[in-house]
C-alpha cells in the first residue's frame, strides 16, 4: 500500500459512502471502486460490503483502515519533523476548537497568525468541547481551544470569560423567578 491508498481507506472509512470519499479525494466513483477491487486482489480478502445506504467494512478492511490512519498519522509527523529542522516556520497547524470559539473567534485569530507565518497551513476540527479536549489528549490536534474544566496536565491558560444575560418579554428578577419556581413544586407527603 502507498500514501495514495492509505489516504483513500482513511476516507472511506471516515465517510462510509464511495460517491462522498470519491468526491472528498477528487476522484470518480469507478477510479475510487478500481483501487478498492485492487487492494481487495492483492491481499485477497474482501474489504467492503455494500449495504443500503453507503458501505460497511469487513474485519480485513477494519484492519487494514486502522493501518491507513496510522500511516497517515506517521507521515504528518515526518513532514512536521522535518519542516521543524528547516529556519522557516511552515507546516501544518492541527487545531481544535470548540463550535463557538470556531465560528466568532478564530477567524481573526487565523489571519493574525498567517500574517506572521504564511508558510503555515491550517487544519482546523470543530465540535464540543469535550470532543476537542479528547482530541488534544490523543494528540490529534497541536492546540485546542475549549470552553470549560477541562483536566489538562501541560500549559493552559484561561483566555476570556463570558458574559450571560437573561432576557425576558416581561420584567425579571431573580427573586420572582425563584418565587414562581418554588410555588410549581409541590411537596410529597410521607
Known amino acids: 500500500m502507498n500514501y495514495h491508498d492509505w489516504e483513500m481507506l482513511s476516507t472511506l472509512h471516515a465517510t462510509e459512502n464511495i460517491t462522498q470519499a470519491a468526491q472528498l479525494l477528487f476522484v470518480s466513483q469507478p477510479t475510487l471502486t478500481s483501487r478498492i477491487k485492487k487492494l481487495e ?10 449495504k443500503q445506504k453507503g458501505i460497511t467494512f469487513t474485519p480485513e478492511g477494519e484492519k487494514l483502515a486502522q493501518h ?18 528547516k529556519s522557516r516556520v511552515a507546516g501544518t497547524l492541527r487545531v481544535g476548537a470548540s463550535n463557538f470559539f470556531a465560528l466568532n473567534k478564530m477567524p481573526k485569530l487565523l489571519r493574525l497568525f498567517k500574517q506572521q507565518y504564511p508558510d503555515v497551513e491550517f487544519e482546523v476540527v470543530t465540535g464540543w468541547s469535550s470532543e476537542m ?5 490523543n494528540h490529534d490536534v497541536h492546540i485546542s481551544f475549549i470552553k470549560g474544566d477541562y483536566t489538562w496536565k501541560e500549559k493552559k491558560e484561561l483566555l ?4 450571560i444575560s437573561v432576557a425576558s418579554p416581561w420584567e425579571f428578577t431573580w427573586g420572582s423567578y425563584q418565587r414562581y419556581h418554588e410555588s410549581t413544586i409541590t411537596p410529597m407527603k410521607t
Open 41 to 50: 486482489h492483492h491481499y485477497d480478502a474482501p474489504l467492503i460490503m455494500r
Open 68 to 85: 491507513a490512519e496510522a500511516m497517515l498519522n506517521e507521515q504528518r509527523k515526518i513532514e512536521e519533523s522535518i519542516n521543524n529542522m
Open 133 to 137: 479536549h479528547r482530541l488534544i489528549l
Open 160 to 163: 476570556y470569560e463570558e458574559e
